[in-house]
């Protein structure tokens, strides 16, 4: 992805004024907990897929480290679930953004092999969350609409 080999980490910059975005869109009428649990998920797996939005750590006065946050900030928005789908699918299709998404079938499966396997033979899941990561005109574009998760 050209997003990824041109990323330039740029923590200089107020997050309003990067040329990339991170946003997670969660089904706002799931439970708060269930919320919670997919956007932690979400922000471990874009981790994963895009390191360099994570920046270094650093101490504060008295000395205590404090681990990297993401530089690139996240904007975390709700919506109905259909169109938390609509968005999920709407950027599959978008070869310069990182796309990572839960699931009903993650947050009904008792182990990560059972989701894999269930996810193998469904065709059409239900989609909790997705999360969008790449230019931000094409992120804007997809979730500009939409209100935070609240």
Known sequence: MSVLADLERRSDLPTKDLTVKWTIVIDRDLPRGIQAN???????????AVPAIVG???????????AGLPW???????????IVGRIRDDAAAEPDLVVSDMTDIARRAGAYDDYLAELARTEQPSYLAVSLFGPRPIVERLTGRLPLLR
């Open 38 to 48: 997919a956007a932690a998920c979400l922000a471990a797996s874009i981790g994963v």
């Open 72 to 82: 690139t900030g996240c904007s975390v928005l709700g919506a109905p679930a259909a």
């Open 56 to 66: 270094s750590g650093g101490a504060d006065a008295a000395g205590a480290p404090h």
